[in-house]
Structures are given as structure tokens and as C-alpha cells.
């Protein structure tokens, strides 16, 4: 499980080195560019939310296809070319509701300037939206062939090219133009398309991977198989839809307090989003793991994996925890000038309380992430529905407005949320390895 999860944990974390790059260069222009940003970004994942679904039930998927063994290669070409088949009516239907980002942020009652400078981040970064959801089927078929690494490389390589985009063309660095929140996403939309790119070409050089002729035949359609990537891949939307759509509803909520309030939720929900990455990453090895030994028919196997990535998951949270209890300030003050007192000791209160829903965070990431490996999907997602906007969300307007605690009442909803899903994700997997239900249910091969 270390051995499949540490590089997609790794990948993980230099894709959200993106956006925190992003904020580390705004953040030095001042709040309203690292605000506008941040209300531009909100959207632009909550859009991300269904290629994210169909790209990891593409994965289980693979997962499955790979442990069956038989004809697991033209199984998994397959797949993959109906999920690709995907992309173009997903990008023209999101982006045409990112392009009218100013609009949507000024129907929710945002800033007017705010709006219009999150409206030219989105209408750069963007672009780059169907590269990500390539990059992501190509990173779910290294990981269901137990080679994830190709991936964490060339992410790293991208960090290191939108970190210099962005010194350029929002710092004015390199003889280029300062273009504030508008360089910003140009470098993210440009490192996107590179992750994608440079893992095509690895693929199609590596002699063992292109055997697999990805695009071969690319134009035959398998409807059946792309049914069942949809049928499997929306509730998965729906359930991150569900939980990117908590946290970027809390950006809109504090948008409503000042754009202080945002600037300092950015900041507390970068880093928070940066160790969520860790167990996301051990997740999507769940998945492959548990997929694997359920095409192979092998319900122990299944049940191992699981456990064990749910135990890595929350033992990594727990330092996380510590960390963010232990050094707020420091922390806070990596991505905030120095005269923005107000704002950072606002962010230091906000780092503290995401340390104390890490634990929770990590374990409904990684057991959503094994039922993921069933293609269990249905029920996460009704757990997120309650537990986020049932539970997160009232508790967290009813502590920041009519108690009167702020930024800080709203987030405390948000642990409460994730405390309830974690609670409610952990015992649906208990429930499903006492009762024997992976044999009965899941094990079984698909006909031929």
C-alpha cells in the first residue's frame, strides 16, 4: 500500500503546489488579488467535481479490469478511450459557466471587484481544464498497473514551471509582464497542459505501457462502457461536488464578512486542501488495491487493503494535526506580508481549527477511496449530502452570524461535517467486510 500510495500522495501535493504558488505570488499584491483568486478557484473546482468523479470511477474500473488479468489489455484501452471520449462535451459545458464567473459571483452578492478580477483568473485558467481531466484517466491507468511514479515526476517538473510563469507574469520577473491575477492563470492553464502532454509522451515512449495502444482505434465507441463510467462516476462527482461545494460555499460566506475574511480562509484553506492531498493519495492507492483483489475474486485481499490504507491515512492526519496546532504562525505568515496583521492573526485562528478536523478529513478520504474500489458510490454520496450541508453547513451559518463568532463559527461547521461523514464513510466499509458482502456483491467477474 506505501509502495503504490506515497508517489499518487506526492503527485497529489505538486498539483495543489499549483495553487499555492498561485497564492504565495498574490499574496504578495494584497488581499484583493489573493481573494479574487481564491473565489475564482472555488468555482473552477466545483466544475472540477464531475471530471474528478469519471476519472476515478475510470480508475476503479481499470483497478477491476487489471486484476481479472484476462484480456485486461484491451479491457483497459477500452476504458480509457470512452472515458477521453468524455472530455470535450464535460470542458464546453463547464467552461461556459466559468467564463461567466463575474456574473455567478455577483448573483451570490460578492464584491463587484472582486468578481470581476476572479472572472479574468477563470477565463485564463480554464484552458487548462481538459488537460487536468486527461492527465487524471492516464494517472488512474498508471495506478491500477501499479507504476504511479511517471506521474509524480512530471508534476514535479510542472511545479517548478508555474513557479516560474508565475514570478514572471505575476511579479513582473523575467522580463515579462507583471499581469497580476490574469498571469496567475496563464501559469496554472499552461503547467496543467504539460502534465498531460509530457504523460502521453511517456506512455508512448515506454516500451512496456505502449503496448497498451491508448489510442488505438480512438475512434470506435463502447457505449455500454462509457454507461457505466458515467453510472459509477456521478455519484462520485456528486459526493466531491458535495464537499468542494461545502468549502467553496464557505469562501462565498466570507465574502460577506470582508475581503479580509477571504483572504484569510485562502490561506488556512490552502494548506488544509495541502495535507488533504495525503490522504487522497492513499485513497486512489486504496482504490487500485482494492479493485485489484476484487477482479482477482480474492474478498480477503480487499478487506486488507482497505483497513490498512484507512489506518495509514489517519495515523498521517494525526501529524498534520500537530503541526498546524504547534505553528499557525509561522504558517500564516509563509503566504501573508507582514502589514496584514488583522488578516494573519485571523489565518492563525483558522489554521488551529483546521488541525482539529485532520483526523477526521484523512479517514473519510481514504475509506471513500476503498469503497471506490467496489464501486460502492451511492451511498458516500447521501453520507456527504447529510454531513456537509445536513450538519456543516447550518452549524456553521448558525455560529457565524446569529451567535455572532465569524469566520471562525463557520468553520467550525465545516469540522462538524467532516466529523460526521468520517464517522458514517468508516462504518459503511465495516459493515460491508463483516457481512461478507465484497464476495457476494462485487467479486463477481464481469460477463465477458
Known sequence: MLALAWPLALTNLSQIALVLTDTFFLGQ????????????????????????????????MLAQERGRVTRHM????????????????????????????????????QDPDLAAAAQIYNRAFLWGMPFFFGFMLLRGFLAALQRPAPALWISGAAILLNGLLDYGLVAGGLGMPALGVLGAGIASA???????????????????????????????????RMREIVLVGLPIAGSMLLEIGIFSATALVMGWFSPRAVAAHAVALQVASACFMVPM?????ATARVGLATGAGDAAG???????????????????????????????????????????????TLLMMAGLFQL?????????????????????????ALGYWGLGLPIGLGLGFPAGWGPLGVWIGLASGLAMVAVLMTLRWSRMARRGGLRARHLAPRPA
Request: charged content about 15%; glycine content about 12%; cysteine-free.
Open 74 to 109: 484491451r479491457e483497459m484501452r477500452r476504458t480509457v478511450r470512452q472515458a477521453f471520449w468524455l472530455i470535450v462535451p464535460i470542458f464546453v459545458l463547464l467552461g461556459f459557466g466559468l467564463w461567466h464567473t463575474g456574473a455567478i459571483l455577483l448573483a451570490s452578492g
Open 281 to 285: 493519495g492513499i485513497g486512489q492507492a
Open 360 to 384: 477526521a478529513d484523512g479517514v473519510q478520504a481514504v475509506a471513500a477511496g476503498a469503497l471506490r474500489g467496489l464501486k460502492d458510490t451511492r451511498m458516500p454520496m447521501l453520507f456527504a
Open 302 to 348: 480487499a478487506w486488507r487493503a482497505g483497513w490498512t490504507a484507512i489506518g495509514l491515512g489517519a495515523g498521517f492526519m494525526v501529524l498534520t494535526a500537530l503541526l498546524l496546532l504547534t505553528l499557525p504562525e509561522a504558517i500564516a505568515g509563509l503566504f501573508l506580508a507582514a502589514d496584514l496583521a488583522e488578516t494573519r492573526a485571523l489565518a492563525v
Open 190 to 224: 499552461t503547467a496543467n497542459a504539460s502534465m498531460f502532454l509530457g504523460l502521453a509522451l511517456w506512455i508512448g515512449l515506454d516500451r512496456r505501457l505502449s503496448r497498451f495502444r491508448l489510442a488505438g482505434r480512438f475512434w470506435r465507441a463502447d457505449w455500454r
Open 29 to 60: 499584491l494584497g488581499e484583493i488579488p489573493l481573494a479574487a483568486a481564491t473565489l475564482g478557484g472555488n468555482l473552477y473546482f466545483i466544475a472540477m467535481s464531475l471530471p474528478f468523479g469519471l476519472a476515478f470511477a475510470a480508475s476503479a
